[in-house]
């Protein structure tokens, strides 16, 4: 097994434990829309984009919502936290210093974004919890949270992405008024 393959077992067989039931689909389907939006993704980004929220599967290490004020604080220490937990996955398998590098410093920065890179997996990122998270967030938080985390998610879109989860067909009613109103509320615009 190559370099790459060995850390991307390694990280999913990560994942795979997170008590977030949600996780290792948004996993694999960030890589998919990272795919989509770029097909050309190269391995820091591919890398960076399966473990994003591997924060959230070390149940010991993990960064806890309620022990934040603040969403964006909180959403933060999780990106860093993620970076130090992939670090030694990557080394450990022998990843290419240079590679290890810039997957760290894009899980770090995935939720704000800043270059090509990152904004790049920052739309993966944003789509993908439309297209399989929605839902089960739902189910789990209920509707006046997830609208406020549909709407965080939804203002943090490029245009191009926004167009494409405008166009994401819920089979559940609940969720498609929810795209409607996270779309059309006025304090997203
Ligand atoms: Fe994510």
Redesign the pocket.
Known sequence: MNNIDCAKQKIRAVIAGSRVPEDPR?ADN?VEWLLRLDPDADQALQLAALA??IDRADDVRKIKRADFDDYDAFKSAHARNGAEILRPILIACGVAGNIVDEACRLVLVHEVGGDPSSDLLKDA?SI??FDVNLSLYYQREGWAETKRRSLWGYRRLSARARKIVENINYGEEAMSRMLHEIIYDKSAE
């Open positions: 948004h960030t994003h929220d990122d993908s919890y």
